[in-house]
């Protein structure tokens, strides 16, 4: 599915809808004050809490020059946390291809003879 991202014209609240690693759908609501400032996220429970860079709950705060703009500023961070979850999926798979590689060299030097004298 893809990433959605919608203000609501009233409270100029910002809700992000992105499919999470886990494969879930997930919505996250910001707010800021009208004149800018520090952004906040409300959670299910209607707890509220300051927004780090990339959309984490530590970190650098993200701050937004004006309401208007907090949507822009969601979009760069959402981009932002994308990016580094897609450098650390690829990050993984090398490391899960070098062990792959590494098993696949000893068992070659532990098996290979064997295999070669009963081809004979």
Known sequence: MKTTITTDAATGAVTLTYDADSGMRKTRMFYCRPAGGAVFEVDGRGNH?????GLKQSGIVVSSPTLAALAGVIRAEYD???RA????RRRDLEAARAVRDELNQSA???FGPAI????K
């Open 80 to 82: 932002r946390m994308h």
């Open 49 to 53: 809490s300051s927004v780090c860079r």
């Open 116 to 119: 070669k004298a009963r081809r």
């Open 85 to 88: 979850e897609l450098r650390k």
């Open 108 to 110: 070659r030097a532990a």
